[in-house]
């Protein structure tokens, strides 16, 4: 995800700031990161408002491959010291996730689970993550990010399933605390799906919600804390 998002602030800084060269620089290294076939038309800038007719491309990573296509894209854009966005606005977001092939594993290949387990015995505690590691994408974000008509495909019971609906993302400037609502419809079927996040310095809270067909599906509300120690 975060991942995603830089390329994306890399391909708007550089149209930018470069123009056709930047394009041709912005290619090469999206064609480094996975991204193929990648195109846009209609770039236009005025003032702080980039806007672009269409763009599309291709996505590929080892789980699988993302082709996705945007239209009447909208950014505005603030600048401390490199291009900060207020504002993403996509009127048409069209998303093709078709997974991987699950590999073909040799059962004679597996590792013996006894051996497994005795590793595991000797083996070192793992280090627990920082929650604020995980959210630091979060940074990237911009203030507002709205899809008016969003569109995603995926596969389902051996055939294709489309969702169709919209999504919102609002991040507070200061704390970086986000609130973001997707809706989805498939068929006569209304999915919902609600998010709160909070991060203070030494906390961070998540609140999501998931309905479907208008009955609460899952919740999940959890608190991280950042153990201090006190030292003799």
């Not at 470069?18 to 620089?25: L, P, S």
């Amino acid at each position: 995800m975060g991942t995603a998002l830089r390329i994306l602030l890399v391909v708007v800084a550089l149209l930018m700031l470069a123009g056709i060269y930047a394009v041709q620089w912005t290619q090469a290294r999206l064609l480094e990161a996975g991204v193929q076939h990648l195109e846009w038309r209609d770039v236009r800038l005025s003032g702080r408002e980039l806007s672009v007719g269409a763009v599309s491309g291709l996505y590929l990573a080892e789980q699988g491959q993302l082709e996705f296509a945007a239209r009447d894209v909208r950014l505005v854009f603030v600048w401390h010291g490199g291009p900060r966005f207020e504002l993403i606005d996509l009127g048409d977001l069209d998303l093709d996730w078709e997974p991987a092939p699950e590999p073909l594993v040799d059962p004679h290949l597996l590792p013996d689970p006894d051996a497994l387990e005795a590793q595991d015995g000797d083996a070192d505690q793992p280090r627990i993550p920082d929650p604020h590691d995980w959210f630091s994408f979060t940074d990237y974000l911009p203030q507002a990010t709205r899809v008016r008509h969003l569109r995603i495909a995926v596969p389902c019971h051996g055939q294709r399933c489309t969702l169709a609906g919209g999504l919102s993302l609002l991040r507070e400037a200061e704390s970086g605390a986000l609130e973001g609502a997707v809706n989805l419809l498939h068929g006569d079927q209304p999915l919902d799906w609600r998010l709160n996040l909070a991060r203070q310095s030494e906390r961070v809270e998540l609140d999501s919600t998931l309905s479907l067909s208008g009955v609460e599906a899952l919740q999940l509300r959890s608190a991280w804390e950042v153990a201090t120690r006190s030292g003799a």
